[in-house]
C-alpha cells in the first residue's frame, strides 16, 4: 500500500484486494482477520461451558436428577422465587420510576444529590445489606436494644424470609430501573411532549399517556435487570434464610453433598432466568417502535412540583435513608463499637489483598476476551457474530452460583489442574462478567465512525496498526470503563468465589460472609465499608459525568 | 424581470384590507422580545396574518424564528409584547396562557408522531371522544392517508409522516398553523412535491398558518406573504413578488438571492455606474448629498468579451442552463454576472460589463431602499 497514489485512484477498498487465503472464505467473512473470529469463537465457547457441564452432570447422574427436578420440592422452591421476583420487582419499579421522573423533570430540591445518592445503593453487597439490615431490625439488633430499655419491646415483626427478603432487594436493586429511567428521560424529544399540550392536553394527560407508554421499554428493561438480580441474588436470601433457588443449590451441594441434585437445579434456576429474558425481549419487539429518541436539543421545561415539593422531598428522603443510610449507619456504629471494644481482627489485610488481585486478574482477562466480540458485533452485524454476542450474555443469565458449579463439575473431571486454584475462578469471574465488559466496549465502538479507520488504512496504515492507532484511543474510556466494572463486580462476588475459591484463601467478600454467618458484625464492618466506598467512588463519578454532558 | 409583478399583488392586498374588520386578523404580535440569558433572540417582533393566509418567515438559522413559532404556540413565555389570537391576547409580560390553552397546532421539524399510536391514535390524540372516529377519517382523507389510519407512524414514508404530522393538527382545527422547517428532513425530490400537496391542504382547508424555514425558494413558493427576519427582527413583510423584487433594505435584497451593489454617481438627472447608466422608475428623483447605490442581480448585467472592458473575469461557475461570471472591475470591486450556457467566456478575458436597460432598478442609500420600501408593504 506504500508509493505515490494519485487522487481518484485509490484501491479498491473493502474486500478482495490482497491475494491472500482470506479471499476463498465466504463474502461476509472475509472483512475482518480470521484471527478475529477464531477469538470470538473461542471465547463464546468458553462463556458456554459452565451451562454445558451442569448439563452433562446431571444428565450423568439421570433419574435422581429429572426425580429432583420434578419433585414437590422444586414447584415450591420455583413458586417462592416467584413471588420474591414479582415483588421485589413491583417494588422497585413503584419507587425508582418516580424518583427518575423528579430528579429529570421537576425542581425537587437537591436534584443532582438525590440522583447520586439514588444510585448508590448498587454499591452495597446484597449480603452486607442484609447484614446490616438483621444487625439493625433483627432480634437482638440494634433497634430493638434501643427500644427493649425505656418501653420494655421484647419482639420486632420478624425480618426473617420472604418480608425481610423483599424490602432489602428492593433497596438494593431499584436503581437499576432508576438508572435506565432516568437515561430515556433525558433522551425524549422535548417535541413529544410540546405537541401533546398544543393539542390540548393538560400536563397530567400528556404524562399518562404519552411520556409513561415511551418509558415503558425503559422500565421493562430496568426490570428484567432486578428481576435477574434477585433470582441470582444468593447473599441476602441466605442471611435472611429465604429459600429460593439459590439457597437452596448451594445447600445441596455445600452441606448435603447432593451433586446431582444441585446441577439439576442450577439447569431449573437457568431456565428459569432465561425465561425472564425472553419475556422481556417480546415485550421490546412489540415495542421496537419506541426506539429512535434523538438526544435531546433544547432545554427541556422543568415541572413546577409547587406544594408537592415538600411531600416529593421527603420521599426521596425516606428512599435514601432506608438504602444508604442504614447500611452505612450501621455499619459505621459496629466498626465503633469494634474499636471501643479493642477487638483484633478489625480488618483482614490477607483478604483484602487477596480481593484485589482476584478482581486485577479478571477485569484484564474479561476485558480481553470481550474484545473480538465486541468488534464483530459492532462491525460485522450477522447471524454468527450475533450468536457469538448470544453466547457471551451467558454470564447474564447464569447466577453465580450456577457458574461456580458448572466450573466445579468440569474441573473435577477434566481440569484437576486448575481446579481450586485462582485460575479456575478467574474463568468463572470472566464468564459472569463477559456481558458487562461486552456491553460497555460495544458502546464506546459504535461511536467510531469505521471510516476513521479506513482513512488510517488509504494513508498507508495496516489493518492492525489502524485499529491500534484509531480505535483504541477513541474506545480508551468504554474499555477502561469495561476494567473497572469488573474489577468491582469481582471483589463484590459471593457465591462463585464461594464454591472455587482456592482452599484457606480467604477474599473480603467470603470473610464478611463468614463474619455474618456467625454474628460476627464488628468484624464485618470494616471491609463492608471498604467494599461499599470502592464501588461507590466510580459510580459517583460516572452519575456526575452523565449530568455534566446533559 | 420585466416589471414589478409585485404590483398588482399589492393591488388585490389592498382591496382586502379595506374589507377587512378586527377579527378577521387570526394571528397578530406587537413589539414581542424575548432573551436568552444575554442573547437577543426576538426584538420588536411585528406581524399580522389574516385568517386563511400563509405568512412564511423566513431568515437565516439562529435568526429567532423558531423561538417566534414557540411563543405563538405558547411552549415558549415572551419577555415583553402582545401575542393575539382570533383577537383574545393570550401572551403578554403579565398573561401566559398555556400551550393547551390556544387554538394554535404546531408541526414540529421531526414532526415529534407518538410512536406507540397508530396513525388514528396520533390524528385523534386531540380530540374528544364525540365524534373522533368521524373527524379522523376526514383529515386522514383531507391529507390522502385514507386506508393508513391503523399503521404505526415507522411503518410509514417520511413524507407520509409529514402529512400525518399535519393532519393531527389540523384535525382539531386550530385558529391557527405553526409549520417549523417541516420539509427539511425530506429530500430534495420528495420536498418540492409534498410542499405543492401541503399548500394544496392548507388551502382547502382554509388555515392561518405561519411557516418557518431558512428556505428562501420555500418561502416564495408557500407564503401568501413572505417575512424576511434577520437577527431578530422583521426586516420586511410583503407578499413574494415584492420581497424578491423590492426589498426594503440590503439585508432583505441579499438573503432572498445574490446581489451586487454598485455606487451610482448622479449626473443631472442621469445615475452612472461603473456598469454603465442605471435606469431609474419615472419621476426618481435621487437625494441630494448621500452616497446612492444600486443594487442588481446577476441576470441584471450584460457581458460582452472586450479588451476595452472595464472588468476581469475571474472566475466562472457553471450552472448548467447558465454560467455565473464573477467579475473584477477596475475599481477592485466584485460583481456577479450570469449569462446563457451559449456564450463561454474564459477566466482572465477583459469584458465590457453593462446594467440591463429593459427594466428599472432598485437604489439604496445606507442600506435602506430609495424612494423608501414600506417594511409592512402588505399593510400599506
Excluded at chain 1, 234 to 258: H, K, M, P, W
Excluded at chain 2, 273 to 286: I, L, Y
Aim: charged share 15%; proline share 6%; glycine share 8%.
Amino acid at each position: 500500500m506504500n508509493g505515490p497514489r494519485v487522487i481518484g485512484e485509490q484501491l479498491p477498498a473493502g474486500p478482495g484486494f490482497s491475494w491472500s487465503p482470506r479471499r476463498f472464505l465466504p463474502h461476509w467473512l472475509r472483512r475482518e482477520p480470521l484471527s478475529l473470529w477464531l477469538a470470538a469463537i473461542v471465547v463464546a465457547g468458553a462463556a458456554a461451558l459452565p451451562v454445558l457441564y451442569l448439563a452433562v452432570r446431571a444428565a450423568e447422574s439421570g433419574d435422581s436428577a429429572i426425580d429432583s427436578i420434578f419433585d414437590g420440592d422444586t414447584a415450591a422452591i420455583l413458586w417462592r422465587s416467584i413471588q420474591l421476583i414479582a415483588l421485589v420487582t413491583l417494588g422497585s419499579v413503584l419507587i425508582a420510576v418516580p424518583l427518575a421522573w423528579l430528579t429529570v423533570r421537576t425542581d425537587l430540591p437537591f436534584r443532582r444529590a438525590w440522583a447520586v445518592a439514588s444510585v448508590l445503593p448498587l454499591a452495597i453487597p446484597s449480603y452486607v445489606g442484609a447484614l446490616a439490615f438483621i444487625s439493625a431490625f433483627g432480634p437482638k439488633g440494634l433497634l430493638q436494644g434501643w427500644l427493649e430499655g425505656p418501653f420494655g419491646l421484647e419482639r420486632l415483626p420478624d425480618l426473617y424470609g420472604l418480608t425481610g427478603a423483599t424490602a432489602v432487594l428492593i433497596l438494593l436493586s431499584y436503581p437499576y430501573v432508576f438508572l435506565t429511567v432516568r437515561a430515556t428521560l433525558w433522551r425524549l424529544e422535548p417535541e413529544m411532549e410540546e405537541a401533546s399540550w398544543s393539542l390540548g392536553r393538560s400536563p397530567w394527560q400528556t404524562f399518562r399517556r404519552v411520556t409513561l407508554p415511551l418509558l415503558y421499554p425503559a422500565i421493562g428493561a430496568g426490570a428484567l435487570l432486578v428481576a435477574l438480580y434477585t433470582l441470582s441474588d444468593f447473599g441476602a436470601v441466605a442471611l435472611l434464610q429465604y429459600d429460593t433457588f439459590t439457597r437452596v443449590i448451594f445447600n445441596e451441594y455445600n452441606s448435603a453433598f447432593n451433586r446431582a441434585s444441585a446441577a439439576a437445579l442450577s439447569l431449573v434456576l437457568l431456565g428459569v432466568a432465561v425465561s425472564l429474558i425472553l419475556i422481556e425481549a417480546s415485550a421490546r419487539r412489540r415495542a421496537r417502535y419506541y426506539a429512535g429518541a434523538n438526544a435531546a436539543r433544547r432545554n427541556r421545561r422543568i415541572v413546577r412540583l409547587g406544594r408537592w415539593r415538600t411531600p416529593a422531598t421527603i420521599f426521596s428522603g425516606v428512599v435514601t435513608f432506608l438504602a444508604l443510610g442504614i447500611p452505612v449507619f450501621v455499619l459505621v456504629y459496629w466498626l465503633a463499637r469494634g474499636v471501643n471494644a479493642g477487638e483484633s481482627q478489625l480488618f483482614d489485610w490477607g483478604a483484602a489483598y487477596n480481593s484485589v488481585q482476584y478482581s486485577m486478574a479478571a477485569a484484564v482477562a474479561t476485558v480481553i476476551a470481550a474484545v473480538p466480540i465486541s468488534i464483530l458485533s459492532v462491525r460485522r452485524p450477522g447471524l454468527l457474530s450475533a450468536g457469538l454476542e448470544r453466547f457471551s450474555y451467558v454470564g447474564f443469565a447464569m447466577p453465580g452460583i450456577a457458574v461456580g458449579l458448572g466450573l466445579v463439575f468440569f474441573g473435577i473431571r477434566y481440569a484437576t489442574g486448575i481446579y481450586q486454584t485462582v485460575y479456575l475462578l478467574v474463568f468463572a469471574y470472566v464468564v459472569l462478567f463477559l456481558p458487562v465488559a461486552v456491553g460497555s466496549i460495544r458502546s464506546s465502538l459504535l461511536q467510531v465512525n469505521p471510516r476513521m479507520e479506513e482513512a488510517a488504512m488509504s494513508l498507508g496504515r495496516s489493518r492492525i496498526n489502524a485499529f491500534l492507532t484509531v480505535t483504541v484511543p477513541v474506545i480508551r474510556p468504554g474499555l477502561a470503563a469495561a476494567a473497572i466494572m469488573v474489577f468491582l463486580l469481582t471483589m463484590k462476588e459471593l457465591p462463585a468465589t464461594l464454591i472455587l475459591g482456592p482452599i484457606e484463601s480467604r477474599t473480603l467478600a467470603t470473610s464478611i460472609w463468614t463474619a455474618a454467618e456467625e454474628a460476627f458484625f464488628a468484624r464485618s464492618a470494616a471491609p463492608s465499608l471498604l467494599l461499599i466506598l470502592a464501588s461507590a467512588a466510580p459510580m459517583t463519578f460516572l452519575v456526575l459525568r452523565e449530568r455534566s454532558s446533559n | 424581470m420585466i416589471g414589478l409583478p409585485g404590483i398588482t399583488g399589492l393591488t388585490g392586498i389592498g382591496k382586502k384590507r379595506q374589507e377587512s374588520t378586527v377579527t378577521d386578523i387570526a394571528l397578530r404580535c406587537t413589539g414581542v422580545s424575548k432573551t436568552f440569558g444575554d442573547v437577543v433572540a426576538v426584538e420588536e417582533f411585528d406581524i399580522e396574518v389574516k385568517r386563511g393566509q400563509i405568512l412564511a418567515l423566513v431568515g437565516p438559522s439562529g435568526c429567532g424564528k423558531t423561538t417566534v413559532l414557540r411563543m405563538v404556540a405558547g411552549l415558549e413565555a415572551l419577555d415583553t409584547g402582545r401575542i393575539e389570537i382570533g383577537g383574545e391576547l393570550v401572551a403578554s409580560s403579565a398573561l401566559h396562557t398555556g400551550p393547551d390553552k390556544r387554538s394554535v397546532g404546531i408541526v414540529f421539524q421531526d414532526y415529534a408522531l407518538f410512536p406507540h399510536m397508530t396513525v388514528e391514535a396520533n390524528v385523534g390524540y386531540g380530540l374528544e371522544r364525540q365524534g373522533r372516529t368521524e373527524r379522523v377519517a376526514e383529515v386522514l382523507d383531507l391529507v390522502g392517508l385514507e386506508g393508513l389510519g391503523k399503521r404505526l407512524p415507522s411503518e410509514l414514508s417520511g413524507g407520509q409522516q409529514q402529512r400525518v404530522a399535519l393532519a393531527r393538527t389540523l384535525a382539531s382545527s386550530p385558529d391557527v398553523l405553526l409549520l417549523d422547517e417541516p420539509f427539511s428532513n425530506l429530500d430534495a425530490g420528495l420536498r418540492e412535491r409534498v410542499r405543492a400537496e401541503i399548500r394544496e391542504i392548507l388551502k382547502a382547508a382554509g388555515t392561518t398558518t405561519l411557516f418557518v424555514t431558512h428556505d428562501q425558494q420555500e418561502a416564495l413558493f408557500m407564503g401568501d406573504l413572505v417575512g424576511v427576519q434577520v437577527g431578530g427582527r422583521i426586516e420586511q413583510v410583503d407578499v413574494p413578488e415584492r420581497v424578491f423584487h423590492r426589498p426594503a433594505t440590503s439585508v432583505v435584497a441579499r438573503f432572498m438571492g445574490m446581489a451586487d451593489f454598485l455606487p451610482v454617481e448622479t449626473l443631472g438627472t442621469r445615475l452612472v455606474t461603473e456598469a454603465g447608466p442605471a435606469r431609474a422608475v419615472p419621476g426618481f428623483e435621487p437625494p441630494d448629498g448621500v452616497s446612492l447605490e444600486v443594487m442588481a442581480r446577476p441576470d441584471d448585467f450584460v457581458l460582452a468579451p472586450s479588451e476595452e472592458g472595464q472588468g476581469v473575469v475571474v472566475d466562472r461557475v457553471f450552472q448548467g442552463w447558465a454560467y455565473t461570471y464573477e467579475v473584477e472591475l477596475d475599481s477592485g470591486l466584485h460583481i456577479h454576472c450570469q449569462m446563457p450556457h451559449l456564450l463561454t467566456i474564459e477566466v482572465g478575458q477583459r469584458v465590457l460589463v453593462n446594467l440591463r436597460r429593459d427594466h428599472p432598478q432598485m437604489f439604496f442609500c445606507e442600506g435602506h431602499a430609495v424612494p423608501e420600501v414600506p417594511r409592512y408593504g402588505h399593510l400599506a
